[in-house]
């Protein structure tokens, strides 16, 4: 019976994780055409603006509620479950949820009246910067601050589906909002500021319709969800204890994007923010479909075994979920590091508007982020690790050390002449220094600590450095088209290549993951 009920859990994990990744491809896509139309639908100087809008916002909601939904609550509640606890765990949530809500509203709302003396803080930092560019992002900023509020309430409908496990309840919600984002701008964008202002006026309405939709989709366990104003309660100081450093630890992330658009603006040419922009997009793809997905699937089963005490499997579960992700983002950052250019051409490149400077631009940016790819798997995974575990101090000590860094590092790489891939080499390398702290705090405990994982990076490693090869090589032998459909079917023989090359020789040096999708693979043929 145990071994079957592993066989269930495990086809069941496989089956969610699934259904995540394609939720997050569909949400990737879409995020990418709507990046697409902003580089189409402003200038240059209009999407620096539109991008920097968002920094504010979005840095007020990972401070305040945006990380500790699936990283406090999900853990919190799903304990409360496998414990027989389920009203006391909504009870607790409720009251989380009934006065960070409230703090929410009053943040939305002097947001949207200081809008401007905010944003003064980059004209302050930089002494590059265009002024009517940071005029134009604060008042963009104004329709997306109350956006933060039902982007809060969805990441709550999702934070609490997660707990039961309704991972396809969750997946396509943020496709249906860059849905209504890319309408938005399709509709509204545009070089005037009352376009730009519409624009974001019309995001916010896809926020609204996202939260509508998470909720209808799980009223059945949302609807235990009442207003409780008891900040007193114990239940709920102690899930604020557990959830405040997560949610500094949400915020930093944040802020050191908020540090490298401050570096960019220095460099004084219009498009380095939204270049910084479109290079985070893609880098961000392989990893939030493989590493989010895997880590998100990860945290309840997790939590669940160590509530048990069940420290053997919990310590399996960790191994074989950073395997999965390490084993799909490695070739994916070898490929966007070979090929950073023609990728973002490939992506970002429909019109005249959007120019080789600009995509060269990108690719530079591309280049120095490609290690965040594997590091950064590696850190989300350990973070939802510590939180599963209840140790939240962790990521956040590992969170302020990279808020040292970041700069630091940045400036150091600018002072001598680095340039603009001084900003993405100092985010990979803090991302590096945030890794190794949080893999040996967490090791330090045998039981628990992930296991074989040596033997697995080296092999990945040899895969890796034969794919980078062969790419370089083929880069020689292939012709140059200047027509888009062209430079798509180069890109797709190299794309191909590389899947091949780097899955053949993890089948070479007989990797597990390769094994896993090679048996899988011949159980459904013979199924069939």
């Given at each position: 019976?145990g071994?079957?009920?592993?066989?269930?859990?495990?086809?069941?994990?496989?089956?969610?994780?699934?259904?995540?990744?394609?939720?997050?491809?569909?949400?990737?896509?879409?995020?990418f055409?709507?990046?697409?139309?902003?580089?189409?639908?402003?200038?240059?100087?209009?999407?620096?603006?539109?991008?920097?809008?968002?920094?504010?916002?979005?840095?007020?909601?990972?401070?305040?509620?945006?990380?500790?939904?699936?990283?406090?609550?999900t853990p919190?509640?799903?304990?409360?479950?496998?414990?027989?606890?389920?009203?006391?765990?909504?009870?607790?949530?409720?009251?989380?949820?009934?006065?960070?809500?409230?703090?929410?509203?009053?943040?939305?709302?002097?947001?949207?009246v200081?809008?401007?003396?905010?944003?003064?803080?980059?004209?302050?930092?930089?002494k590059?910067?265009n002024?009517?560019t940071?005029?134009l992002?604060?008042k963009?900023?104004?329709?997306?601050?109350?956006?933060?509020?039902?982007?809060?309430?969805?990441?709550?409908c999702?934070?609490?589906l997660?707990?039961?496990?309704?991972?396809?309840s969750?997946?396509?919600?943020?496709?249906i909002?860059?849905?209504?984002?890319?309408?938005?701008?399709?509709?509204?964008?545009?070089?005037?500021?009352?376009?730009?202002?519409?624009?974001?006026?019309?995001?916010?309405?896809?926020?609204v319709?996202?939260?509508?939709?998470?909720?209808?989709?799980?009223?059945?366990?949302?609807?235990q969800?009442?207003f409780?104003?008891?900040?007193?309660?114990?239940?709920?100081?102690?899930l604020?204890?557990?959830?405040?450093?997560?949610?500094?630890?949400?915020?930093?992330?944040?802020?050191?994007?908020?540090?490298?658009?401050?570096?960019?603006?220095s460099?004084?040419?219009?498009?380095?923010?939204?270049?910084?922009?479109?290079?985070?997009?893609?880098?961000?793809?392989?990893?939030?479909?493989?590493?989010?997905?895997?880590?998100?699937?990860?945290?309840?089963?997790?939590?669940?075994?160590y509530?048990?005490?069940?420290?053997?499997?919990?310590?399996?579960?960790?191994?074989?979920?950073?395997?999965?992700?390490?084993?799909?983002?490695?070739?994916?950052?070898?490929?966007?590091?070979?090929?950073?250019?023609?990728?973002?051409?490939?992506i970002y490149?429909?019109?005249?508007?959007?120019?080789?400077?600009?995509?060269?631009?990108?690719?530079?940016?591309?280049?120095?982020?490609?290690?965040?790819?594997?590091?950064?798997?590696?850190?989300?995974?350990?973070?939802?690790?510590?939180?599963?575990?209840?140790?939240?101090k962790?990521?956040?000590?590992?969170?302020?050390?990279?808020?040292?860094?970041n700069?630091?590092?940045?400036?150091?790489?600018?002072?001598?002449?680095?340039?603009?891939l001084?900003?993405?080499?100092?985010?990979?390398?803090?991302?590096?220094?945030?890794?190794?702290?949080?893999?040996?705090?967490?090791?330090?405990?045998?039981?628990?600590?992930?296991?074989?994982?040596?033997?697995?990076?080296?092999?990945?490693?040899?895969?890796?450095?034969?794919?980078?090869?062969?790419?370089f090589?083929?880069?020689?032998?292939?012709?140059v088209?200047?027509?888009?459909?062209?430079?798509?079917?180069?890109?797709?023989?190299?794309?191909?290549?590389?899947?091949?090359?780097?899955?053949?020789?993890?089948?070479?040096?007989?990797?597990?993951?390769?094994?896993?999708?090679?048996?899988?693979?011949?159980?459904?043929?013979?199924?069939?």
């Amino acid at each position: 019976m145990g071994r079957d009920s592993t066989k269930k859990s495990g086809k069941s994990m496989a089956i969610a994780t699934f259904l995540v990744m394609l939720g997050l491809v569909f949400s990737k896509g879409s995020g990418f055409v709507r990046d697409i139309l902003v580089g189409y639908k402003f200038n240059s100087s209009y999407s620096d603006a539109y991008t920097l809008a968002f920094t504010i916002p979005d840095l007020v909601y990972n401070l305040l509620i945006g990380g500790s939904i699936q990283a406090a609550i999900t853990p919190t509640l799903a304990s409360a479950i496998t414990n027989d606890k389920e009203k006391e765990g909504f009870r607790t949530v409720s009251i989380f949820i009934s006065v960070f809500s409230t703090i929410m509203l009053v943040i939305c709302t002097c947001g949207v009246v200081f809008a401007e003396p905010i944003y003064s803080f980059y004209s302050m930092f930089s002494k590059n910067a265009n002024p009517e560019t940071i005029r134009l992002a604060a008042k963009a900023s104004q329709m997306l601050f109350p956006q933060i509020f039902f982007m809060m309430l969805a990441a709550l409908c999702i934070g609490i589906l997660n707990a039961y496990k309704r991972f396809a309840s969750t997946a396509f919600g943020p496709t249906i909002y860059n849905i209504f984002v890319f309408l938005s701008i399709l509709i509204f964008a545009g070089n005037t500021q009352n376009k730009l202002v519409a624009c974001t006026a019309g995001i916010m309405g896809a926020a609204v319709i996202y939260f509508l939709f998470q909720y209808i989709i799980g009223f059945d366990k949302l609807k235990q969800v009442r207003f409780i104003f008891k900040p007193k309660d114990e239940g709920f100081r102690n899930l604020v204890k557990l959830a405040v450093p997560i949610l500094i630890s949400a915020s930093i992330v944040q802020i050191n994007l908020a540090v490298l658009n401050t570096f960019a603006l220095s460099l004084g040419n219009d498009g380095q923010v939204f270049a910084l922009r479109n290079a985070a997009t893609v880098w961000q793809l392989p990893y939030g479909i493989f590493a989010v997905a895997v880590g998100n699937v990860m945290l309840p089963s997790l939590v669940g075994l160590y509530s048990e005490k069940k420290y053997g499997e919990a310590s399996e579960l960790l191994s074989s979920r950073l395997k999965t992700a390490l084993f799909m983002t490695i070739p994916s950052a070898g490929f966007l590091f070979m090929c950073n250019t023609e990728v973002i051409k490939a992506i970002y490149q429909w019109s005249d508007s959007y120019s080789d400077a600009r995509a060269s631009m990108a690719g530079t940016y591309l280049t120095g982020y490609s290690i965040a790819v594997i590091t950064h798997t590696v850190v989300f995974i350990m973070n939802q690790a510590f939180y599963a575990i209840g140790k939240t101090k962790v990521p956040l000590l590992a969170g302020v050390i990279s808020l040292i860094t970041n700069p630091l590092i940045c400036y150091i790489l600018m002072q001598n002449g680095v340039g603009a891939l001084s900003l993405t080499i100092a985010y990979s390398s803090t991302s590096v220094i945030q890794l190794v702290v949080l893999c040996y705090l967490y090791c330090r405990n045998k039981e628990l600590a992930p296991r074989n994982m040596l033997k697995f990076i080296i092999k990945s490693a040899v895969c890796l450095v034969v794919m980078c090869a062969v790419l370089f090589v083929l880069d020689k032998f292939l012709p140059v088209y200047d027509v888009k459909i062209k430079k798509l079917c180069v890109l797709a023989v190299k794309g191909v290549v590389a899947v091949l090359v780097y899955f053949g020789m993890a089948i070479i040096v007989k990797t597990e993951e390769a094994s896993y999708w090679i048996d899988t693979f011949k159980k459904k043929l013979l199924r069939r």
